[in-house]
């Protein structure tokens, strides 16, 4: 179906301002909806604001619009307090992409919507209101209101689909279903729906795709944790991206053999301990148990031709070291368990 506008009518009763090709061209999928909607805000008033004007017109704090306006800064488009614009290269050389300092992400706090934000949101958008009622039926029950600002904020602050938000519920209530009473909660979703949206899923097949994939890293889960003597409820999502990382690099096979090297290691199971030996794997590019059978053989060669110090003791060091591996497990703090 094709699409026109014509300048007469209502909406053009006000006037109007002139928008970059850039913003509907680049910018349309590198910036969130908030960010587009503050500038938006600051075009239509001759290329001036404030972030409590923006955050008054966004209904968010002041700290919340300063955060979104520094992408626009980031990118040249917005310059704050009078800095004076710097004309830049119009592309970067290959070289300077691969020196540049990778981008910092910026932590944008939802809205706190009233229940008369969410009946006003459910009114101007057809779909959020049929959204509400299809996550009832999902649920088999009546949201609460936290629920009902989670879904409204998922639309509206985080731009997702109404489909792929239906389901993401379909899934954490299949997740609260399989917890036996220990339910997860609304920040949960959200954990998803911000992994999901940094991951670029914006279509059924991909939401179907990483559905397909949290399934395989939940079997997989349940294996690992059963062959290590674990006793876990459901992985958090960066435990599910951990053991899926194994999985990608290696069969349950050499997994479960970290695992044995892991046991006779440490006085308590530690999956973070796991996770260092398989990275030294990657490393030196051991696939399979073969693999560690000719490294150990290459070792012990080595061992044999190095100089015998006078109190008797080889010098040389093992192709992974077990106790340096401890050390750093038990000092690893990115993966809780």
Known sequence: MDYSIVPIGGIWSSGSFNIPLALADKYIKLASEYQIKALLIILSTNGRNTSGEIAKRLGITASDAEELMEFWISEGVVFADGAVPV???????????????PVKKIQITAPVLTPKDIISAAQENGEIGELLNEAQIVLGRTLSHSEREMLVNMVNFYGMKTEIVLMILQYWRS??????????????????????MEDGIQTIEDAEEKLKSLERSDRLWAEITAIAGIS??????KQSEMVLE?????SIEMISYAIEQMRENTAAPSLPYVNKILKQWKKKGIKTLQDIAEENERFEKSKSAKQVKPDDKITGTPSYNLDEIMKNALNNTDIKF
């Open 87 to 101: 004309q830049t290269a119009p592309m970067q050389t290959e070289k300077a992409k691969e020196n540049a300092e």
């Open 175 to 196: 997740v609260n279903e399989k917890e036996h009473g220990r339910v997860k909660g609304v920040a949960y979703v959200l954990k998803i729906a911000q992994n999901w």
């Open 232 to 237: 876990h409820k459901k992985p958090t999502l």
């Open 246 to 250: 194994w999985s990608k690099d290696f």
